[in-house]
């Protein structure tokens, strides 16, 4: 019966399912694996599978490579916020904008056009610091 769902709506559900659990302060890393695992199952793969795939690529070259990255994004970010120098992005920015509604709305989309990954994890504490 679950696997005659069209796939959109599995998504949707467990992309709910993660929201739900991150309000309940559950780590993202933990609610991504149960993410993936959920949707392995429910898509038909056995169990066994979806574990096994999610080790292998975890532990890949990508998957180790993509980790470093992620942290280093977030090292670069906590630098910026201890030298103050996200906030003299966030004043420069206000300065220059129309309003604030523009700054909340450009900051992400700046960041969003740099070709990285974890761009959220770079722009939320901008974003956090605008709307103060």
Do not use: D, H
Not at 94 to 119: D, N, Q, V, W
């Amino acid at each position: 019966m679950l696997l005659l769902f069209p796939a959109f709506i599995k998504m949707a559900v467990v992309f709910s399912l993660i929201l739900l659990l991150g309000r309940y302060k559950v780590p993202l890393s933990l609610c991504l694996f149960s993410a993936a695992g959920i949707i392995g199952v429910w898509m038909g793969q056995p169990p066994l599978a979806v574990g096994r795939i999610i080790i292998i690529k975890s532990l890949s070259g990508e998957g180790l490579w993509l980790s470093l990255v992620v942290i280093e994004i977030i090292v670069l970010s906590r630098l910026l916020n201890e030298a103050r120098q996200m906030e003299r992005i966030v004043t420069t920015l206000k300065a220059i904008s129309p309003g604030s509604r523009f700054t909340l709305a450009s900051l992400p989309a700046i960041i969003g056009l740099l070709p990285m990954p974890g761009g959220a994890l770079f722009s939320a504490p901008m974003v956090e610091a605008s709307a103060e």
